[in-house]
């Protein structure tokens, strides 16, 4: 088996995983995921709100923060809905200044009014001066301890690596006063992404914002006694464009297919006799520039038909830009293609791009 290697930093990470995706240098390609949203209305507001309260009174529990529990009016200066369709979600501003918010089925957010990575007015940095209480190590504890206190894995962040760790910082105002706040990151291997963020003062250990980007802790969205609201429109589409002529699809369709027939007979990924039964669907959207096509074989192989040429192909495998939940030890393995080797390998299939 072909193999590739990848590198974080001056950390190796050894993936056992064969050359699955390809990108052609020409055009734009589109995700295909882009949110559809809809008007958001109080009583869908207040429904929500209702559903996520115990959520972040959990998260608040596990954290221990000095706030009393279960979250109460009294305690909750407003909440925010999310907009997103088929995403029940929402960002619960708390009195003390803090904010908590909820998307794909857990909290990815937590911030306070002692978050200084995030401070937007300079005339506020003299408030967090202070002594460095807490070594570098030690941080690095305290992040990973937190995220295992939420209930997540340390895997499922990727939070086993290595992680970036800015700060402390000194001032270069004020006779070099320190700022002892940590940042610790974890950075998606492929660093496509910022996995988990957490930022400790570095004085008393508090922990002053927690963010989580990773597809590992994505679950279904709580139940709503309330209908979603009809009324939406895709943030995906220009809304001037005209609506996509039937007729033009249906046309479309096999000139698409006989597009990564050609790109696999080139790329040498595949024998190139793809016919309509072995596609499980074909999508569309209309961009200014024309129509993206997105074809699924029924094996989960993956191509972006625009412009005459296929423009992407990924394969249900692929480590890069990996778009569903993943953790590093299953890509580990001996690394049996060097660099050499892949960049050959990658030149090769550039230069098999389809007109």
Not at 281 to 295: M, N
Not at 320 to 344: C, M, Q
Request: hydrophobic residues 35%; neutral net charge.
């Amino acid at each position: 088996m072909n193999t590739t290697k990848s590198r974080t930093g001056s950390r190796k990470l050894c993936l056992m995983t064969t050359i699955l995706e390809v990108w052609i240098a020409f055009g734009s390609c589109v995700e295909l995921n882009g949110a559809i949203r809809f008007e958001v209305t109080p009583e869908y507001s207040g429904a929500v709100e209702r559903v996520l309260l115990p959520e972040f009174s959990d998260f608040v529990r596990h954290l221990g923060l000095p706030i009393e529990l279960p979250l109460a009016r009294k305690s909750i200066e407003r909440f925010a809905c999310n907009n997103r369709v088929g995403d029940v979600g929402g960002v619960l501003y708390l009195t003390n200044g803090s904010y908590l918010a909820y998307e794909d089925g857990h909290v990815d957010l937590y911030e306070t009014t002692n978050s200084y990575f995030t401070l937007q007015n300079p005339d506020e940095i003299p408030r967090f001066y202070g002594a460095v209480r807490l070594s570098r190590s030690e941080a690095i504890r305290v992040a990973r301890d937190t995220i295992q206190r939420l209930g997540h894995s340390l895997e499922s962040v990727f939070a086993e690596l290595e992680p970036e760790v800015q700060g402390p910082t000194r001032s270069n105002a004020d006779r070099g006063k320190m700022i002892p706040h940590y940042l610790v990151t974890w950075t998606s291997p492929e660093g496509a992404s910022r996995s988990a963020r957490i930022e400790i003062d570095g004085e008393n250990g508090e922990v002053t914002r927690i963010y989580f980007s990773n597809r590992n802790l994505n679950r279904p969205p709580p139940k709503v006694g309330v209908p979603e609201p009809t009324s939406s429109t895709d943030s995906r589409l220009n809304e001037n464009l005209p609506p996509i002529n039937p007729e033009y699809i249906r046309n479309l369709r096999p000139l698409s297919l006989n597009a990564a027939n050609k790109f696999l007979r080139k790329t040498g990924l595949g024998a190139g006799d793809l016919t309509t039964n072995s596609v499980a669907r074909f999508d569309h959207v209309l961009e200014p520039t024309g129509v993206d096509t997105l074809i699924t074989l029924t094996n989960g192989l993956t191509f972006v038909y625009k412009f005459d040429r296929i423009t992407r192909y990924k394969a249900p495998g692929a480590f890069s830009t990996a778009n569903r939940p993943y953790l590093i030890a299953d890509f580990k393995g001996p690394w049996n293609v060097t660099d050499e080797e892949a960049v050959k390998r990658a030149r090769s299939s550039e230069s098999s791009k389809s007109p």
